[in-house]
């Protein structure tokens, strides 16, 4: 091997190779940190789209739900049955139905009798025309499909009305896509969504004059002008073909963001760590082989991926110096490993909590459902639903102040831990309501209920010289095994049923789904 015959020559060497090795060091860790992050909004992006797929399952059934609770309201049908048999006018209807469901959200609403004739919504022509295309009123269907017509993508929910099992017609309620769903949607995302049809975007959060422009993404990228969007299609269950499509997009500059202050961030080190090399191995002339050796081996450990703690050595010479200049830079790599560490697990933490409450939100609910219940059958043991929904929440905002509802939310985010044991976990499921997993049987989450409720009302909240006195109703269900390791919609659908059931009782009660009934508490 061939080696320089003058030490100087020798250190020119050894710094060049040092400096290499260094840059490849740093090189490494910039290729292994990027790679990283594009992995990270790669999962991000398709994390997000399932659960924009989940919220949309989840208002589907939702309307689903509402329509049927129209289906069987008896004053209607009793007034349904008496108008098809007098062929009296349709205000009547519509009077009696701003009564009974003038509260209830709803785009559009149909109710076709079984001869054709609309008693509800005779304006929504299109609409009309879709329900008879699908063989409804004669037909006795419950039908759910999609829409497109002149307000855009809609959810269209149709279920028949009977009045003491003689077929009357059919109701229709309409959900939109809207622009304000699609921009609630883009504030808890972090993205923008795109609907498409024909290959031309139709609607859209990235603004009005991204209308009209050709939508071809090639691998999941859109790239428009200088901007560059990730994007990943929404499946919506029940769509025909030739609908509009849903995207999810995410944009790429904050992602170029991080890579490029990643890099610069490896350039200065790489820079700070070429001179200050140099600059030593001018001092390592007098004194070069021992102390050499033992600066190489520190070196091979960074070169396996570990950052060894090591203390600045006491010496005054230009090994010392070496020495004590290379354990710097080790320590600031460390200190970034250990910051790039941290910042993760804090993007962890922010994924699955709410930020207002500090509870568990409900894409984690989600999440841990099918653990829990998998654990509970494990143990042969029951796993209970309390669904927790503040009355009046609406008049606290209304009055005092969207600052104030949010106080009065981490007020019963605090009664919720005080009142709960360490092993029951706590959600905010949006707005006012709450949700507690608890592991105990059906009587034990029904007195766990109870010692909330109680809880809320003996703690107002004092604001200024106004006093706030907080309840809130409860349903409590357990889950069924016949639901399924991943029965969430069932055991949700219960208890919501019994909440409904202790709003509907006078609120400020607890209401118990004890199959096949309900159970609602006295106050």
Not at 192 to 206: A, N, P, R, W, Y
Request: with cysteine; proline share 3%.
């Amino acid at each position: 091997m061939f080696l320089p015959r003058t030490y100087r020559l020798r250190l020119v060497v050894y710094i060049t190779v040092l400096l290499v090795f260094l840059v490849a060091v740093l090189a490494f860790s910039y290729r292994g940190s990027r790679a990283l992050i594009l992995q990270v909004a790669e999962n991000n992006i398709s994390r997000v789209a399932q659960q924009i797929e989940g919220q949309v399952g989840y208002d589907a059934r939702d309307s689903r739900a509402r329509v049927k609770m129209i289906r069987d309201n008896v004053p209607l049908t009793e007034y349904l049955f008496i108008a098809a048999a007098l062929d009296t006018d349709a205000a009547a209807v519509r009077e009696l139905y701003q009564r009974q469901f003038g509260w209830l959200p709803a785009d559009r609403v149909v109710l076709l009798m079984k001869n054709g004739k609309a008693m509800l919504g005779a304006e929504h022509a299109d609409l009309i025309q879709a329900l008879r295309a699908r063989r409804a009123p004669k037909q006795r269907l419950e039908q759910q499909f999609y829409l497109y017509g002149k307000n855009g993508l809609e959810l269209v929910s149709a279920a028949p009305v009977d009045y003491r099992s003689q077929y009357l017609g059919v109701v229709a309620i309409t959900a939109a896509i809207s622009d304000e769903w699609m921009k609630t949607t883009r504030r808890l995302s972090n993205g923008h969504l795109i609907m498409v049809k024909d290959g031309k975007i139709i609607q859209t959060t990235l603004g009005s004059e991204w209308a009209g422009l050709g939508f071809n993404p090639a691998s999941n990228v859109l790239r428009a002008g200088n901007e560059e969007f990730l994007v990943r299609q929404i499946q919506v269950a029940g769509a025909d073909p030739g609908l509009p499509t849903l995207w999810f997009a995410l944009s790429e500059a904050e992602l170029t963001e991080r890579i490029n202050r990643q890099r610069n961030q490896i350039l200065a080190l790489a820079a700070t760590g070429g001179v200050g090399i140099l600059l030593i191995g001018f001092l390592m002339l007098r004194n070069f082989s021992a102390p050499l050796g033992r600066l190489v081996a520190v070196i091979k450990e960074v070169g396996d991926g570990r950052f060894p703690d090591f203390r600045e050595t006491e010496n005054r010479d230009e090994i010392g110096y070496l020495w004590n200049q290379f354990a710097e830079m080790v320590r600031n790599l460390r200190d970034k490993q250990e910051e790039l560490a941290a910042v993760h697990q804090q993007l962890e933490k922010q994924a699955v909590t709410d930020a207002l409450t500090g509870l568990y939100n409900r894409h984690y609910l989600y999440d841990i459902y099918p653990k829990l219940w998998s654990e509970a059958l494990r143990q042969n043991g029951g796993l209970s639903v309390i669904l927790i929904d503040l009355d009046h929440f609406k008049s606290v905002n209304d009055r005092f102040g969207h600052p104030t509802g949010d106080t009065v939310l981490v007020h019963v985010a605090n009664v919720l831990r005080e009142s709960c044991r360490v092993s029951d976990f706590l959600f905010r499921m949006g707005g006012e309501e709450f949700i507690v997993l608890t592991h105990a049987g059906l009587e034990g989450a029904q007195v766990l209920a109870e010692k909330i409720r109680e809880a809320l009302e003996r703690s107002p909240i004092n604001e200024g010289q106004f006093t706030i006195r907080t309840t809130a109703s409860l349903g409590v269900a357990q889950a069924e095994e016949t639901d399924g390791l991943n029965g969430l919609t069932q055991t949700l659908a219960r208890v919501d049923k019994a909440l409904y059931a202790a709003k509907q009782a006078g609120r400020n009660r607890v209401a118990c789904w004890q199959t096949p009934r309900l159970v609602v508490s006295k106050r």
